[in-house]
């Protein structure tokens, strides 16, 4: 576990995590432990997935823009793992932890399994097809609240990756840049 997060995680939070989406903290079980903790659950049948975030890592905000969108995806039928609601009807939890604090998003399971090369053929690609195609619809209609902060840390990794195997000045890098100034 990453030191900072070992720094202020202990059963503490766990319980509070538990108490929020109503369910006893043994029921949480730890999947991954890297940049975010990810447990899985399975309660009353209903599989979710929980992703404990530290705010040394991500801020509450940003996290909560992610959320927003996932769950306007879901609601216009994209289908996707989308966030669930905690006890208090919340589609995140921040749970205090001494001078700092946890994030906490429950998100329905997804179903199925890791895609490899051997399930490419021509359905899974239309199927790919279908779903991009259904995320550019809702994409249209996706209105962020006010206090959303936009979300570009992953445009802008991309574009550094870009930046890195392209020559300043190529058509590819231009148009790149033309993009991130809207």
């Known amino acids: 576990m990453d030191k900072e997060i070992a720094a202020y995680y202990n059963t503490g939070i766990l319980q509070e995590i538990a108490k929020r989406y109503g369910i006893h903290p043994r029921q949480l079980k730890l999947l991954r432990q890297q940049i975010d903790l990810i447990f899985t659950c399975s309660n009353g049948g209903e599989d979710s997935v929980f992703k404990v975030a530290h705010s040394s890592k991500q801020t509450s905000d940003k996290i909560f823009s992610e959320v927003h969108w996932l769950d306007h995806l879901q609601k216009n039928n994209v289908n996707i793992a989308f966030p669930l609601l905690s006890e208090n009807g919340k589609l995140m939890e921040v749970v205090k932890a001494g001078d700092t604090y946890f994030t906490v998003v429950k998100y329905s399971k997804a179903e199925g399994r890791q895609v490899t090369f051997r399930d490419w053929n021509d359905s899974f690609f239309e199927e790919l097809g279908r779903l991009t195609g259904s995320l550019h619809t809702a994409t249209k209609s996706y209105v962020p609240e006010r206090?959303?902060?936009?979300?570009?840390?992953?445009?802008?990794?991309?574009?550094?990756?870009?930046?890195?195997?392209?020559?300043?000045?190529?058509?590819?890098?231009?148009?790149?840049?033309?993009?991130?100034?809207k």
Not at 163 to 173: Q, V
């Open 147 to 181: 206090g959303i902060v936009l979300r570009d840390d992953c445009v802008v990794a991309d574009s550094e990756r870009v930046r890195k195997n392209n020559a300043a000045g190529s058509e590819l890098i231009d148009a790149m840049d033309k993009l991130l100034q």
